[in-house]
């Protein structure tokens, strides 16, 4: 924001003479409307994504009838679902139930105010960032409960009931490994945080202090994933059990928002951790960065974000759903206590240790990035070869 | 606390496990069938939409008696002796006029059972199984044509090889349980017994049918100058030759329809089956 301000006052004649709340108001209204054509193109993206994920991962192909491999398929569903009628239920709480789900596309939009895309590429820049960032993404909790209650429906408030108890169980684990990163680098802003990770992988706070960040990393991705009700940590909208969790009654273009919402909040989640464990917007090399333009930072970011979201949906069509207290027994009784840990070992080393982590952390981040890269490239060329296998014992 | 960390560990392993079994699965082929674009290729002897030859229908009815469901209409009227003498492809005459010939695929049970006592086998399954409907009563498939062009000419007499005429009345004769069966297969008659044998031999070989070709019914083995109930009882018969796989038009002309041997090649054929 503060880039466009200075944008429009050098270029823009007149801009400078207006009212005050004016000149705050105009870039930020611009910059809102990027943010949010960006969050509501992007679910259309993730969804069709999500679908070809999911049947390739058990061999189908997914959509492929709406335009050119099915691209147009989930825009047909949006394009569907805004037509749909909303139908309230009988006895609903009308006005929480329309509240509602704003409140949670709400929560999902917000944090991306302080989400940097780049050195100044951030809307704005709080010293409070990731501060902010776990109070707004909480609000959508407010939002799941009043869904859930304003529904009249016992499985709905189920849902709603199971989704708070779950997100305040994995907002403490979540908060315990930010406050590594955040007595490390000594701030809260989320662009000092990037700012923090210059100079190639090795620098990241995934590999440093080698094998404590890559744990607290962990406990970071599996309390997003439960904050944002992913299998395996659906147990909100668990469709086996409850109808639909929270959003049984829901429809049309309501449905659509919390459909919205909860693939913002993916990229939201994925987005957060980019920025705190895998470098924000820096490339993985020094060299690399000074490719492109400079805005081409937002790239790097949205790259590695989009693989997170990708690894997201790998776990859901990887795992089984939890049971509640499978649930609860790995937020309080696993990822709690190793997230104290973390923080008392990490305090401790910046007090009386290497303040920057450990000597060895370059070799052990190069040699895992490139031992994992080339695991997954194995099993590719492995996968390749069991189908030609297949292939041939099926033709036989 | 040991008990602990094994079970941590365990839970990160495994997942990890089912990652790499996910990960593997993204690029293994894909199984599903492009169905519109591309479709599998049918089974031979696929039982799906019911056919009908009008031109070769006698009108006798025997398929709508076999018809378990009843799905097939027929009504017939003597045909006047003014009218032109006609006669089926296989040189049966046909003595009754034809008016309506319905099938309704809606009750259709697929069994196939209509097709087996068909003396000129003008009713057969084809592969077709894409006719879908909005409308129950699409699936009434109407095969009467006011305006079919009926064989005037007796297909049987001239016979193509002059041993054919002598063949016919020998294989008339002989098998007891198909007496007119010879005239349906006229160059097969004329080859004799040790002739026949051979060809017998070589018919169940070319049993698998394209999907496009019609579906193999027994080629035309009972045929009788009447419709007769004796044809479909010799079930001995016809069962060996719908091995043969011919097309029931081919009846005639193919080498294939080796179904109506002299008595004695009949015995080497039933144990075929």
Redesign the interface.
Known sequence: MDVLWGFLNQNVSGFSDLPGWLQTAIPAAVCGVLLITFMALGPILYVYVETK?A???????GP?RVGPHGMLQTVADAVKLMFKEAIYPAGADKKLFIVAPCLVVLGAFMSFVVIPFGARGVTANLNVGIFYVVAVSSLSTVGLIMAGWASNNKYALFGAMRSAAQIVSYEIPAVMTLLTIVMIVGSLSLNDIAMAQAGGLHRWFLFRYFPIMPVAFLIFFTAGLAECNRAPFDIPEAESELVAGFHTEYSGFFFAMFFMAEYTEMFVISAVASVLFLGGWWAPLPALQQIGPVGLGALWLIAKAWTLVFVMM??R???PRLRVDQLMHVAW??LLPISMVLVVLVGTLIMWGPKNGFLWDPYAAWVLTVGVFLL?MY??V???R??AR??REVAA | MRE?LAD?WE?FYT?LV???????????????L?YPEEKWTLPPKSRMRLFMKYEDCIGCGQCARACPVDCIYIKTEKRPPTKPAIWAADGTPIKLDTHVFDIDMSLCCYCNLCTYPCPTNCIYMTPEYEFAATDLTSHLYHFAKPNAKFLTVNPKPPAPKPAAAPGAPAAAAGPAAAPGAAPAAKPAAPAAAPLAKPAVASAPPGTPIAPGAPTPVAPSPGTTPKEAPPAPGDAANPAPNVATGTPPKAGGDTAGTGGTPPPDAVDPAAPKE
């Open positions: 994920v049947g390739f991962m058990q061999d189908r192909i492929k790998w776990l069509w990887t795992l009784k696993v997954l099993w590719l492995a996968a390749r069991f189908s297949r292939v | 602990w941590l839970g997942v089912g990652m790499k079994i996910t990960w593997r699965h993204l690029f293994v082929d894909k199984v599903t492009h």
